[in-house]
């Protein structure tokens, strides 16, 4: 499964993003897509994961009642919708897919990774 993430930029505190992640190749066997970020000097961080099947979300308490993430199964497009961004969100953002995927927040789980896009909150 290869993995592109697309929509990151710089925003004011406050402000929105949306980020894509279009996924092409061998889809079929990919159960879980998740969203990870890693700021300087920090490890990764889970963000958000969501069943490809039934779309049932999860979510870092951070990010609870900020975020929301999606899937269009049709464009085999993952999204994440950032809204009231702080700056402590700033960091790299990368999309993740994985078969089997048990704990969400564990990067190692997953099979594959996009390359990531910048988020920016100043």
């Known amino acids: 499964v290869q993995l592109v993430e697309s929509g990151g930029g710089s925003v004011q505190a406050g402000g929105s993003l949306r980020l894509s992640c279009a996924a092409s190749g061998y889809t079929y066997s990919t159960s879980r897509m998740g969203w990870f970020r890693q700021a300087p000097g920090k490890e990764r961080e889970g963000v958000a994961a969501?069943?490809?099947?039934?779309?049932?979300?999860d979510y870092v308490d951070s990010v609870k009642g900020r975020f929301t993430i999606s899937r269009d199964s049709a464009k085999n497009t993952l999204y994440l919708q950032m809204n009231s961004l702080k700056p402590e969100d700033t960091a790299m953002y990368y999309c993740?897919?994985?078969?089997?995927?048990?704990?969400?927040?564990?990067?190692?789980?997953?099979?594959?990774w996009g390359q990531g896009t910048q988020v920016t909150v100043s």
């Open positions: 969501i069943w490809v099947r039934d779309g049932r979300p």
């Open positions: 993740a897919a994985g078969r089997a995927v048990a704990d969400w927040t564990r990067a190692n789980e997953y099979d594959s």
